[in-house]
């Protein structure tokens, strides 16, 4: 069956830089367009960032734009995040997500579990 | 950036009742060469990731139980569960998939009342 699994999350301090990964299984990854969406404790859901099946197109939030880089390695199923100077408001649950086959404006089809990422002096 | 505001904030709804949540979005989410509104409908219990309910507004997703439904085009739209079950209890947010950034309403809770 489809999964998607986080890794990375932890306690870092402000204005340093933390790496996210996901590991993907059970479906063609180098076919679906991938997203990551974080949720702040007891807040709504944020869109990220989002990569096109071969990773040559890539949109982020303006929220983000400049210190977080998305990426994917399609020879070994693996989604990233690469976050940088990173703010007390980047606190959140991030998660990978599996887009629509065939366009990268599609329902987000599959859910990770989340990776904590808490940003605190 | 399309806004999506969802209504109403909170819902309390009898086992077996009807629970209609309403969404709009801040332009039309119908692209016209395909005819498809790019509006999905997803279920967050506590403690879990959302899932995918309903996508192209009205398209159930494989294994969704067919009380539910969605609704609605252009920029308005609705999700309705026609008979409440004590495990439908969860937040639902509407997102817009029409382009980047790719946005979501604030979610609607229902609960048992």
């Known amino acids: 069956q489809v999964q998607v699994v986080e890794s990375g999350g932890g306690v870092v301090q402000p204005g340093t830089s933390l790496g996210l990964s996901c590991a993907a299984s059970?479906?063609?990854?180098?076919?679906?367009?991938m997203h990551w969406v974080r949720q702040a404790a007891g807040k709504g859901l944020e869109w990220v960032a989002l990569?096109?099946?071969?990773?040559?197109?890539?949109y982020y939030a303006d929220s983000v734009e400049g210190r977080f880089t998305i990426s994917r390695d399609n020879s070994k199923n693996t989604l990233y995040l690469q976050m940088s100077f990173l703010r007390a408001e980047d606190t959140a649950v991030y998660y990978c997500?599996?887009?629509?086959?065939?366009?990268?404006?599609?329902?987000?089809?599959?859910w990770g579990q989340g990776t904590l990422v808490t940003v605190s002096s | 950036d399309i806004v999506m505001t969802q209504s109403p904030d909170s819902l309390a709804v009898s086992l077996g009742e009807r629970a209609t949540i309403n969404c709009r979005s801040s332009?039309?989410?119908?692209?016209?060469?395909?005819?498809?509104?790019?509006l999905a409908w997803y279920q967050q219990k506590p403690g879990q990731p959302p899932k995918l309910l309903i996508y192209?507004?009205?398209t159930r997703e494989s294994g969704v139980p067919d009380r539910f439904s969605g609704s609605g085009s252009g920029a308005d739209f609705t999700l309705t569960i026609s008979s409440l079950q004590a495990e439908d209890v969860a937040v639902y947010y509407c997102?817009?998939?029409?382009?980047?950034?790719?946005?979501f309403g604030h979610g609607t809770a229902v609960e048992i009342k």
């Open positions: 332009q039309s989410l119908l692209y016209s060469p395909n005819n498809k509104n790019y």
């Open positions: 997500v599996k887009g629509y086959l065939g366009t990268s404006y599609g329902p987000f089809d599959s």
């Open positions: 192209w507004a009205s």
């Open positions: 059970g479906f063609t990854f180098s076919r679906h367009p």
């Open positions: 990569i096109s099946y071969d990773g040559s197109n890539k």
């Open positions: 997102q817009q998939y029409y382009g980047t950034p790719v946005t």
